[in-house]
């Protein structure tokens, strides 16, 4: 089952198992840009993670938690037909239904943000009630985009048609159309959060989800680009590292039960602090996943 799923023949997360015997977390890559509206280049992005993460610590002192603690398997990338915009989402949703059967909590690593779907649409099977939390800069709420309804720029909407609760809340986001914005107004899904503030509105918009199982979707682009410039379509005006953590600390009185990390392309960025960011991102999400039950 394994072998024909994954390749896993290059270089793992630091401090990952290859088998995932006792293991709570799963993860995979995803390596395919196909959709890309401006720079490709993201299906590098889970290959970049893995070789940077080497230079990280294990202990995260804003969680207080070590990954030495936690038992996670990294099973490399998914094999994909890079042809196929439609297979892409299939094949994802086969690999992440691997892991639910083998109660793995996944982290999925993209590649572009179109992949989400996949892990979404497996997931309502075993969390009917699942919400989407979404950092982002674009909103990605676009019906089509260049004649591809599975672009990364409507990934959100397809998600949505996936979610039973059809919640999501949109942490960030700084582009899109007017459209768009109309629609996350009207479904009161845009989260009020500025760099360098407070998260009083994330968890006033958290209340009534106290129990409900959440899949974070990161899209990378959510950060600065003066931080984080290894993205295909960079916004200024965008989110720095504290931001990222006072986030995650209002999160960890709640349940994410599966997370994705999108849209690093990681050789746009020739000082490599981009790789290095997302890594810590993965290393942040390793701590913070609840153990499936
Ligand atoms: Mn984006």
Redesign the pocket.
Known sequence: MIKSLFDNENGIFMGAKKNPDNCSIGIFGVNYDGTCSFKPGTRFGPEAIRQVSICLETYCPKLDKDLQDVKYVDFGSILIDKNDSESIIESVKSATNYLISKSLSPIMLGGE?SITRGAIEALVKKYPDLILIQL???A?LRESYIGNKHSHACTMKRCLEVLPEKKILQIGIRSGTKEEFQFMNDNNQLVNFLPGGNTQELKKALLPYSNSPIYLTI?L?WFDPSLLAGTG?PEPGGFFWNDFEEILKTLKDFRIVASDIV?LSPEIDKSGVSSIVAAKVLRSLILSLENMQ
């Open positions: 943000h982002d800069a674009h990605d899209d682009d379509t849209e």
